[in-house]
């Protein structure tokens, strides 16, 4: 009888041990199962290792020429490379439009330049040539360049010039834009 009773108990540790280690299985595969959805969410989803991001700022200053009612608008464009894959940038554009006085009195709309084909552009430069600003080519993690555009614009009381720079490449599209007073540097 003795016997029988260990048996019995040898059976029921060796169905218990089998049953735990099934348990132990599917706990030890869930945990990779999440742990891999984890990491896919944290590296991948949220991080973007591999996004192409920038940055950029830019400025503007006037600058009184001793000709008379003439003066010089700088833009100022700096472009960062804030990610953590190397872009490239093929083209520059750099427009400006002037803006009267009766569109600053209106408050109410918006002035979106380069959407109205009525409103008069002043200029427009493109750049594509790698030596033409230092803007365009590639750009590594963490690398920046920066450059002025100069232009001369005539001197109207109280108007007002934005000057636009678009710098576009394979996966890059980036609008600069800064306005200014013309030929006031008091109130820039």
């Not at 599917?26 to 991080?47: N, P």
């Not at 608008?73 to 400006?96: D, Q």
């Not at 408050?107 to 200029?123: A, G, I, M, Q, R």
Request: net charge positive; aromatic share 10%; charged share 25%.
């Amino acid at each position: 009888m003795r016997r029988f009773r260990t048996q019995l108990n040898k059976h029921a540790f060796s169905k218990a041990k089998d049953i735990l280690e099934v348990i132990k299985y599917v706990v030890e595969i869930l945990a990779i199962v999440i742990a891999g959805v984890w990491a896919y969410s944290k590296y991948v989803k949220i991080e973007k290792p591999l996004e192409v991001r920038s940055a950029s700022t830019g400025y503007l200053n006037w600058t009184l020429l001793p000709t008379k009612n003439i003066c010089l608008a700088n833009l100022g464009v700096t472009i960062k490379n804030i990610g953590t894959s190397p872009f490239e940038i093929k083209k520059v554009v750099v427009e400006s439009w002037l803006i009267n006085d009766a569109i600053l009195k209106s408050v109410d709309k918006h002035f979106l330049p380069f959407n109205d084909p009525k409103k008069k552009l002043l200029v427009r430069k493109e750049f594509l040539n790698l030596g033409s600003t230092s803007l365009i080519g590639t750009y590594g993690v963490d690398e920046e360049n920066s450059t002025d555009f100069s232009f001369t614009v005539k001197n109207k009381p109280n108007a007002v010039v934005y000057l636009l720079a678009s710098v576009t490449g394979p996966y890059i599209n980036i609008k600069e834009g800064r306005w200014g007073f013309v030929c006031d540097t008091g109130r820039n």
